[in-house]
């Protein structure tokens, strides 16, 4: 594929030289389409079943046999104990489904187009218009993973999380696309903002600690709604 230098990087800040497609080159360029992969959650929930399964059930005893000076509930509070471990469960398989039946990266026609769960589209641009790939550390990852940005003239910074996407669909199309690609290292979440202006990033690990107390108090709240739940029907 014929590559051509576009003077910058875009949106991509001081990312350095950027390149980008000739527009002739491409109707040449293949169909590429990246599936979800939901591998790493799906594995940790067959990983803790078990232990989900053992919680459930007490959860649902402890309801309905009561302990120490709380009475308990019979048979209402047994099913309510249950359903209160297994609804979580429930939620967290819904996302993931509408992951797999939405979310996707696909090269067609020229044009690279990412979608999220929700089928927006966070991205639709011509890959002339692309200004390289960008690779860092999110402080919420650790020290060995990363996650990528897609730079353009035309669309505002995509960061994708490689994890959470087919690996050999991920390394086909960016072979195919043949961006230049920098390593920025460890950025923290404003000085990713200020490197890549526009950069949407994940709320909840923005504002971890923040996040992190609303999450407590969810669950609490949550937990004092399933004890009374019983009594209150």
Request: hydrophobic content about 45%.
């Amino acid at each position: 594929m014929a590559m051509r230098p576009s003077g910058d990087a875009g949106d991509a800040g001081d990312a350095g030289d950027a390149w980008s497609a000739d527009p002739a080159d491409e109707a040449d360029l293949p169909w590429v389409s990246v599936r979800p992969d939901n591998g790493p959650s799906r594995a940790l929930l067959i990983k803790g079943s078990p232990l989900i399964a053992i919680g459930a059930v007490r959860m649902g005893l402890m309801m309905a046999k009561g302990r120490g000076t709380s009475a308990g509930s019979g048979t209402t509070g047994l099913v309510i104990g249950i359903l209160a471990v297994v609804f979580p469960l429930l939620w967290v398989g819904a996302l993931n489904g509408l992951r797999w039946a939405n979310a996707g990266i696909r090269l067609a026609d020229g044009v690279l187009t990412v979608n999220d769960r929700w089928n927006r589209k966070v991205l639709h641009a011509p890959v002339s218009s692309l200004t390289g790939l960008h690779t860092l550390r999110a402080p919420i990852d650790g020290p060995h993973t990363s996650r990528i940005v897609i730079t353009s003239r035309a669309h505002r910074p995509v960061l994708v999380d490689p994890r959470l996407w087919d690996a050999e669909g991920l390394r086909e199309l960016w072979q195919h696309l043949g961006l230049p690609l920098q390593d920025h290292g460890f950025l923290t979440w404003p000085l990713l903002k200020k490197r890549f202006p526009g950069i949407p990033t994940p709320w909840r690990h923005v504002h971890i600690v923040l996040s992190t107390l609303l999450i407590v108090l969810g669950c609490i709240a949550y937990i004092a709604l399933i004890v009374n739940l019983p009594f209150l029907l």
